[in-house]
Nanobody, 112 residues
Framework: EVQLVESGGGLVRPGGSLRLSCAAS????????MRWVRQAPGKGLEWVST???????SYVDSVKGRFTTSRDNTHSTLYLQMNSLKPEDSAVYFC??????RGQGTQVTVSS
């Protein structure tokens, strides 16, 4: 059974940083494409980033240059380093894989 557990969210001021983690189990993490998606209040899911098994990444334009996705295949953990955070980054952040497997999410709130 695929299990994804996100952590690291919280309240941060604009311009601040957070690092999200996603602990994965129940599937071959090292062979899997992994994604970060987010959902702001009242809005649909938005794709944020993808990382392939080799570590190549892609990002939605709104976070390019500010967010960095990485992975630790030894520990089956996915990371999202978020810098220069903006209020519009406020959302529940999920890690995801496959067609629709994702965790319970972690709340990120950017506010002064």
């Amino acid at each position: 059974e695929v299990q994804l557990v996100e952590s690291g969210g919280g309240l941060v001021r604009p311009g601040g940083s957070l690092r999200l983690s996603c602990a994965a189990s129940g599937f071959s993490f090292r062979a899997s494409f992994m994604r970060w998606v987010r959902q702001a209040p009242g809005k649909g899911l938005e794709w944020v980033s993808t990382i392939n098994p080799s570590g190549t990444t892609s990002y939605v334009d709104s976070v390019k240059g500010r967010f960095t996705t990485s992975r630790d295949n030894t520990h089956s953990t996915l990371y999202l380093q978020m810098n220069s955070l903006k209020p519009e980054d406020s959302a529940v952040y999920f890690c995801a894989t496959g067609v629709d497997a994702r965790g319970q999410g972690t709340q990120v709130t950017v506010s002064s």
